[in-house]
């Protein structure tokens, strides 16, 4: 499918803008596979593998919006992972995930439930945990791993109660509660985000890669839950959740 032919699920945006800025973040990546070739007092490789990482996953979140086959972020995802274990090989790396930062937690949880919908290989997924670095710190996350992999630690802790205490209770709620709880958590979704992209739709310099909320529909996934009344809720990456349960063809 070519751009001028996709719908573009994102509505705050045009077609042109996400357009524009799918095409710089592709110009960096250009950029940074040139820098790679320098010589090591020439460059701060651990910043050249972390931009590497800020645009593959930029990026994965530009096309969803723009409207791309999820095929190609099922494709791309692995170039993601890969800049990620990149960037965490390099001496000066940080844990950046679990820094009690909300807007950090957030990406780690939107990746995990991207790659929970997606179906990404074992492999793919086991990376990306390791990456993250995923060891017990939060209950959320480590149950939405723990759909793909087994044997992960047992933990009851949620970094952010406030944020997440509702879709905590639609997963261990009972199960004929479970999609009005899922239905509550997304209806207060966006107000909760007390974050750097809170209203990024409104900057007159591009950076705004759409309003998803993942994880929504990756615990809607992992419970088998009904998600009838969620895909007609802003916020709610429909397209992404029919993937997941099999409402749209995969490939084989």
Known sequence: MSRN??????PLQTAAYFDRDIQLLQDELLAVEEDKQLPAAEVQLDMV???EFKY??????????????????AADFPAMVAALEAYKQQPASEDIFFNGELDEYTLALALVSMA?????ERDVFARLVAGIGANGQDYLVEWLIGRRLENRPRVNRLLFPKVYG??????????DLQSALLTSY????YESMNTTWY???LGA???????????????????????????????????LADYAFGRVKRPA
């Not at 591009?206 to 809607?220: L, Q």
Request: charged share 20%; aromatic share 16%; glycine share 10%.
């Open 5 to 10: 032919t996709m719908i573009t699920r994102e």
């Open 49 to 51: 593998y972390f931009c």
């Open 56 to 73: 593959r996953y930029e990026l994965l979140f530009l096309h969803y919006s723009r409207g791309a086959s999820l095929e190609t972020l």
């Open 116 to 120: 929970l919908l997606l179906h990404v």
């Open 166 to 175: 509702r879709l905590r209770d639609a997963i261990q709620g009972p199960m």
């Open 186 to 189: 997304l209806g207060g979704w």
């Open 199 to 201: 209203n990024a739709h």
């Open 205 to 239: 310099d591009g950076g705004f890669t759409g309003y998803w909320c993942w994880e929504a529909a990756a615990v809607a996934y992992a419970l088998g839950a009904d998600d009838t009344e969620l895909q007609a809720m802003r916020f709610y990456p429909k397209d």
